[in-house]
């Protein structure tokens, strides 16, 4: 085993954490141990020298406190779903929060409750359950609290803003074991670094979020065509989006339809244009606002209808599915010109061979653009769209070719970007925290990290580094 001697010098100090740890304690040789490492994204395969599952608060205390006794850097564990693999380590200790899921929704005060181990679709069932939501974000199986704690995208965004802009309250285990409650009242100055940079300041162990009124259906879907209608269908994406309501999100992608057998002959294994559509408004008003859009072409596809708000949560769960390689870069757009469509239909064309990867846009502003930027750490509510070069595959051999393909891909869209990147897609570590949130803000948080973790003892996120 690959950290064994790490792991022999922490067999006598281990007997002391399980006098007053209650949860599970996962070692290098124990069954468990190959599948409790496993995180994700299947690029990464790290060998932490300890896994422990706490069940209580109280468990997540002790827990840290041995990590600092015994000097092992500390990864947290929510989902799991950290693009660059930052919920596991080498030699270091897991503090996975799997053991603590669930979430609670009461209606007469329309708030909920989610632990730090809970996952969307706990969140969402929930909330439906009494005709109300939360907006998060697009695969159920991710964690609530890596999606909030930096920033929180999602279909509902331009009628009810970012995951963060219904946060309530964050209960906290800090880096010196304490609990704190960080909320608008309580650590202000904390509750504003955690929404959108909250790795840095602690172990989120509950979420408090206030719901929205979502009880109807919603109407969901796309429209598929043939890449070479590209320009005119994002012509119509921006003008639909333009002249629609808040209740209206759109998303458009180029990419190739995979796998072939799921699409009609004429496209299948082909370059397409996709425009994706959710609209929670009435029914009636959707077929309305998507009209023009649905019309044109006509489309090769169009899956658009009426369905369950939930069933749209689940509709990306088996494509997002664990263990497939995957990586990503971002960028947020004021615009979106014919010129930046061109360039996507471009780099659609140079997707490696044997990887599934899309050009995708999605649409910005409304609700996400009336909290004003510096009431958060979160850096690009100005933008007008969010640009993403996604790709998966299973071949290790493509590891390079698949990257390089969406670097090469956003580096190119750079002239077209503003300001800000939205820090769940940073998907390598080491970058430029002022790049994410900007000199200001950065300062800021520079500050508030020399407060709560002077000894950056959490470090596996994209750093704010106390000094």
Request: with cysteine; aromatic share 8%.
């Amino acid at each position: 085993m690959e950290n064994a001697p790490l792991h022999e010098a922490l067999r006598s100090p281990l007997s002391g954490l399980a006098d007053t740890f209650a949860g599970e304690v996962i070692r290098p040789g124990d069954p468990d141990y190959d599948s409790a490492r496993l995180v994700w994204n299947g690029m990464v395969d790290r060998y932490p020298a300890l896994v422990v599952r706490p069940t209580a608060t109280a468990d997540v205390v002790e827990a840290l406190r041995f990590a600092r006794e015994q000097d092992l850097v500390v990864a947290v564990r929510g989902g799991g779903h950290s693009i660059p693999g930052l919920s596991t380590c080498d030699e270091g200790i897991v503090i996975d929060l799997s053991r603590m899921r669930g979430a609670t929704a009461d209606p007469e005060t329309r708030t909920a409750v989610a632990s730090g181990g809970a996952l969307l679709a706990e969140l969402d069932d929930a909330a439906q359950a009494f005709g109300l939501v939360c907006p998060v974000g697009v695969v159920s199986h991710t964690g609530v609290a890596g999606l909030t704690l930096g920033g929180g995208m999602g279909r509902l965004q331009r009628r009810f803003g970012l995951t963060i802009d219904s946060l309530r309250a964050v209960e906290l285990v800090t880096a010196d074991g304490n609990v704190v409650r960080a909320s608008e009242d309580e650590n202000a100055d904390l509750f504003w670094g955690l929404r959108g940079a909250g790795a840095n300041f602690g172990i989120a162990t509950s979420f408090e979020f206030a719901l929205h009124a979502l009880e109807g259906p919603i109407t969901h879907g796309s429209v598929i065509h043939p890449i070479e209608r590209a320009g005119e269908l994002a012509a119509l994406f921006r003008e639909t989006l333009e002249r629609g309501p808040d209740e209206l999100w759109l998303g458009f992608y180029l990419r190739r339809a995979l796998p072939a057998e799921d699409f009609p002959p004429e496209v299948g294994g082909r370059l397409i244009a996709v425009a994706s559509a959710c609209h929670c408004g009435p029914p009636v008003a959707a077929e309305r606002d998507l009209a023009a859009l649905r019309a044109f072409g006509p489309p090769v596809i169009d899956s658009i209808e009426v369905k369950p708000y939930l069933a749209a949560q689940h509709a990306a769960d088996d494509a997002m599915e664990w263990g497939h390689r995957f990586y990503m870069k971002s960028a947020f757009l004021p615009t979106l010109p014919d010129e930046l469509v061109e360039l996507g239909v471009e780099h659609a064309h140079r997707m490696p061979e044997g990887a599934d990867g899309e050009f995708s846009i999605w649409c910005w502003g409304r609700a996400i653009a009336n909290v004003p930027e510096d009431a958060t750490a979160f850096t690009g509510r100005d933008a007008g769209f969010w640009l993403a070069c996604e790709v998966q595959w299973d071949d290790p051999a493509l590891d390079e070719p698949a990257r390089d393909w969406a670097r090469a891909a956003v580096a190119a869209a750079a002239p077209f970007a503003s300001a800000g990147r939205y820090v769940n897609d940073v998907a390598e570590t080491g970058e430029d925290g002022r790049a994410i949130y900007g000199e200001a803000k950065h300062r800021r948080l520079v500050e508030l990290k020399r407060t709560w973790d002077p000894d950056n003892v959490f470090r596996l996120n994209q750093n704010i580094r106390p000094s």
